[in-house]
Each structure stands twice: as structure tokens, then as C-alpha cells.
């Protein structure tokens, strides 16, 4: 089985200032993991994903992402955040081989304050 | 390419009453699930197909089914409304890798009420 935690609810940060969102996550296999945005009124997005190779992964709007096995943590950053980025953020985690259910983590609401 | 739609929008139904939410691609994706989202609780799966004719549950199947005779359309039946299933109701679709996993697209949401 696998799960996602994301440890922080909500997030406030002020425009322009850098932002980390947590995830952690806990399988017994391989993993492959995701970071979707969701707007407000709107159906989610995808903003970057790990499968292998470099762990640092870069996803749209400026956004990364760092996967450190050791830890099993999936963190998203940016360092300069703009009022546009105020929306809900999920982290998900799939395991591997053929088709496997996507498990997402309860979110993180970012608002970014002028 | 409209991607996946889902209609109605919102919708308010008593409790008891049955209904039909819709769901199509046009992305030829094999790969389609219903979610719900409910605050504090993330997306949890409700059900999912890996090709027409072939659907299998989720994590919270009760009270709804589901039916796969397109590739393109995967509709979402609630049996008897409870004030429970409010939630807002999202369909996803993706190709259905089977070595690397493809992302997910998805629709815009139904906002359901159940009084």
C-alpha cells in the first residue's frame, strides 16, 4: 500500500518570497510521484512529475521539485511567488508496473498575499 | 481537442433521487476514473476503467456505478442520493502506460447537492 502526507494545509506567503510545499510519502516499491495545481472552480492540472534519473525535476510556471529517497520526500519550491500562484496544490504518488491507482495527498492551499 | 467535459456543472438532488453524471474524452485515452473531493480529504477514487468494458472499484465505490461501452464516455451513476455524496466530482483520463505512467487529465467538476 502507499500513501501521501502533505503537512501543511494552508500555506500563506507574500509576494515575491520563496515557498516550500511538503510531501511525504510511504510505499514499499518504487514510486513514481506527481505535483498537480488545482485553480479555483477548476479541474487539476499537472505541474511536474518524477519517474527516474535526476531528482531535481522541473515543472511549469517556474516550479521544482526535489526527490530524496532517503528521506521519501517529494518537497515543491519556488522562489519567487506571484499572486497567480494562489491555488490548492496535491501531491500523488503511483507505484509501478502496468496500471496502478494514483493515491493524492489532501492538499495544500497556497495563498500568496500581496 | 475539448479534452474531458463533464456536465452538469452543478446539481442539487433530494435525498433518494437518482442521477446520471457524464464524463468524455476525445484524447482516445484508455484510462478514465471518477473522483470526488471533499475538504480536508484530497481526491479520493471512487471508480476506474482501463478500457471499454472494463471497470473495477475504487477506494469509496458504494452508492455509485459505473459503465464503460465507449472508449470515449464513462458515466457516473447515483443510485439513491444521500446527503453524504455531496461533494464536488471530478473525471480524469490518461493513456494507460505500461511502462511509464502518463499524466492525468482533468475535467472541470460537477458541484453536487444532496439535501
Known amino acids: 500500500a502507499q500513501s501521501v502526507t502533505q503537512l501543511d494545509s494552508q500555506v500563506p506567503v507574500f509576494e515575491e518570497a520563496p515557498v516550500e510545499l511538503r510531501c511525504n510519502y510511504s510505499s514499499s516499491v518504487s514510486v513514481y510521484l506527481f505535483w498537480y495545481v488545482q485553480y479555483p472552480n477548476q479541474g487539476l492540472q499537472l505541474l511536474l512529475k518524477?519517474?527516474?534519473?535526476?531528482?531535481l525535476v522541473k515543472g511549469i510556471n517556474g516550479f521544482e521539485a526535489e526527490f530524496n529517497k532517503s528521506q521519501t520526500s517529494f518537497h515543491l519550491r519556488k522562489p519567487s511567488v506571484h499572486i497567480s500562484d494562489t491555488a490548492e496544490y496535491f501531491c500523488?504518488?503511483?507505484?509501478?508496473?502496468?496500471?496502478?491507482?494514483?493515491?493524492f495527498g489532501i492538499g495544500t492551499k497556497l495563498q500568496v498575499i500581496p | 481537442n475539448a479534452g474531458v467535459t463533464q456536465t452538469p456543472k452543478f446539481q442539487v438532488l433530494k435525498t433518494g433521487q437518482s442521477m446520471t453524471l457524464q464524463c468524455a474524452q476525445d484524447m482516445n485515452h484508455e484510462y478514465m476514473s471518477w473522483y470526488r473531493q471533499d475538504p480536508g480529504m484530497g481526491l479520493r477514487l471512487i471508480h476506474y476503467?482501463?478500457?471499454?468494458?472494463?471497470?473495477d472499484q475504487g477506494e469509496v465505490p458504494n452508492g455509485y456505478n459505473v459503465s464503460r461501452s465507449t472508449t470515449e464516455d464513462f458515466p457516473l451513476r447515483l443510485l439513491s442520493a444521500a446527503p453524504s455524496q455531496t461533494s464536488v466530482y471530478f473525471c480524469?483520463?490518461?493513456?494507460?502506460?505500461?511502462?511509464?505512467?502518463?499524466?492525468?487529465?482533468f475535467g472541470p467538476g460537477t458541484r453536487l447537492t444532496v439535501t
Open positions: 476503467s482501463v478500457g471499454a468494458g472494463i471497470t
Open positions: 500523488a504518488v503511483r507505484g509501478p508496473g502496468g496500471y496502478q491507482k494514483v493515491t
Open positions: 480524469a483520463s490518461s493513456y494507460a502506460g505500461q511502462v511509464e505512467p502518463y499524466e492525468q487529465y
Open positions: 518524477y519517474l527516474s534519473g535526476s531528482t
